[in-house]
């Protein structure tokens, strides 16, 4: 959504003895700026607090809106005592997210009736710029509103640039998403615009209301750069996060204890509204070029490279907190939303070939009614912060000659969690997540869940394509280290926990799935479900 320059303002006021005061002010505007394209439009009045919320719902761009708090709830009648009216046409105006507000002021003579620092907060946080101030003097007035329209044409002279995406396919950029684009541009010094491609997508359909309230089930990222003034260029490329708002809070949070804890996370800027959040930070390293992702990385190096690849990024997470001994129940240490009826739909679906595939009766949906409800004690060791979703795509690579310098950035909730549980997410990302061919996820399986010990150096001969061979290295590494923190059972049940999850994502269909083979999602739980039964040590009832 690109928001027109002629910009148009809502007046919502309880006097319609006001509206010619309103009226010359902007037309004073318009003929400060003779006939350029970014003149005022003459405004829309409301003057009752169901005209407002006409307007408000309406498919019409308001990028100034001029609010009264105490209004009549009907036309024609007199205002109700209280601000109650107007204060929900506040949050109205807040949560505008198909046509976003850009400025709005609230000028009214019950202002003295509002918590005023609630007030100043919900006008700084939800619009690009907000001003409360009380009735009175005309000419205060004027320059009240000339700001106030200065200040929407800085926010709809930001120039956003979105590259195509090729073969890749994305969903859109909102109208409230590229809204925060906007006022994190505005947030830089000499910030002017954005230029910007798409890094990945992700769907959480977990995330839905059943109540009906609209929520935001995306997860995007790009990668820019903000374009800067007086011919100065661009900055220094970034990472652009934009999420649902309901984590915000926490994934903020996350991100900066991140930045305390690694050289390389830098948080540049943060904007949120309810419904959505912007989080961006900085691209590292010495090179200004776009980096590699980790299966652009598998395409072009050796199975070596992979394996030092998955070393860096196990010292990165190593670094990140400490390691805490604990003693859990099971069930505990499973992700809570697993359906297991979800889950069985999926594996009937493949379950006649994937029992001819195996050439074994194999019941992963048995092992999972039983570990969803398992009050046994496990012992193990927690780290005090984990990344929170180390996935395949929140990986960047720099390449300089034939050497790769790996940095994780793009951290979820980081909290207490079990050691190791960031490998296993990572190592059911890297098999599903890429496009490998079914055969060699078959050939992959066989050597990463086959065996109850520790993987062998040399394991990749078996394994004809150049991607699984990266792909088998690169697990590897990432196990030798998992293995300092905690036993391979408890590291086990972490790749279930997470190859469940993916299983379960499948019943809402491929929109933003980053599963390749549906198929291969199934067979990866139904072998590592055996696997881990092989490596199930007794546990201790719940006292």
Not at 368 to 388: M, P, T, Y
Not at 444 to 468: F, H, K, N, R, T
Request: hydrophobic fraction near 40%; include cysteine.
């Amino acid at each position: 959504m690109s928001f027109p320059l002629n910009i148009q303002p809502l007046v919502i006021e309880d006097d319609e003895g006001a509206k010619d005061a309103y009226k010359d002010i902007f037309d004073t505007l318009r003929g400060e700026h003779g006939d350029l394209p970014f003149c005022a439009a003459p405004p829309c009045f409301a003057f009752s607090y169901e005209e407002a919320i006409a307007c408000l719902e309406s498919s019409k761009i308001f990028h100034v809106v001029i609010l009264d708090l105490r209004l009549p709830e009907k036309p024609k009648m007199p205002p109700l005592d209280g601000i109650d009216l107007g204060l929900n046409l506040l949050s109205r105006c807040v949560d505008r997210d198909r046509y976003p507000i850009a400025v709005l002021l609230v000028i009214s003579g019950h202002i003295g009736s509002t918590e005023q620092a609630r007030m100043q907060e919900t006008l700084r946080n939800g619009f690009y710029y907000g001003r409360q101030l009380a009735k009175g003097d005309f000419r205060l007035l004027e320059d009240e509103v000339r700001q106030a329209c200065t200040n929407a044409l800085r926010y709809c002279s930001v120039g956003i640039h979105l590259r195509d995406a090729g073969d890749e396919l994305y969903p859109t950029i909102s109208p409230r998403e590229e809204d925060l684009l906007r006022r994190s541009v505005l947030q830089q010094q000499g910030g002017i615009g954005l230029d910007l491609n798409w890094w990945s997508a992700k769907r959480s359909p977990e995330l839905s209301n059943p109540g009906g309230v609209a929520a935001n089930l995306w997860t995007k990222v790009l990668m820019g750069r903000y374009l800067l003034d007086g011919g100065r260029g661009a900055s220094r490329p970034k990472f652009f996060k934009l999420m649902g708002g309901s984590d915000a809070q926490f994934v903020i949070q996350s991100a900066r204890h991140l930045e305390h804890k690694l050289t390389h996370v830098k948080l540049t800027s943060t904007v949120a509204s309810k419904s959505t959040a912007l989080i961006v930070t900085e691209k590292v390293g010495a090179q200004d070029a776009r980096p590699k992702s980790l299966e652009e990385f598998f395409k072009q190096a050796t199975p070596k490279q992979a394996y030092d690849v998955a070393c860096q990024i196990a010292n990165q997470i190593q670094q990140l907190g400490d390691v805490l001994p604990e003693s859990k129940p099971l069930k505990s240490l499973l992700w809570p939303a697993h359906n297991r009826e979800i889950v069985a739909e999926q594996w009937a679906r493949f379950e006649k070939e994937i029992q001819e595939l195996l050439g074994s009766e194999v019941d992963p949906i048995g092992l999972v009614s039983e570990l969803i409800n398992c009050s046994e004690k496990v012992r193990l060791n927690d780290l005090s912060v984990v990344h929170g979703d180390l996935h395949i795509s929140n990986v960047a690579l720099d390449m300089a000659d034939q050497d790769a310098e790996a940095y994780i950035f793009d951290a979820g909730v980081t909290k207490q969690n079990v050691a190791g549980r960031d490998f296993a997410v990572l190592e059911v990302s890297v098999i599903l997540h890429q496009r490998l061919e079914f055969n060699t996820i078959v050939q992959l399986c066989a050597i990463l869940y086959g065996s109850s010990g520790p993987l062998e150096e040399g394991s990749v001969g078996a394994i004809q394509d150049p991607m699984g061979k990266c792909t088998l290295e690169f697990i590897r590494g990432l196990r030798a280290s998992a293995g300092t923190w905690n036993e391979l059972d408890v590291y086990s049940l972490m790749v279930l926990d997470f190859a469940l999850i993916q299983v379960g994502g499948l019943a809402f269909g491929s929109s933003g799935n980053k599963i390749w083979d549906q198929r291969s999602a199934v067979y990866l739980l139904a072998v590592v479900a055996e696997w881990y039964k092989k490596l199930r040590k007794p546990t201790a009832p719940l006292s």
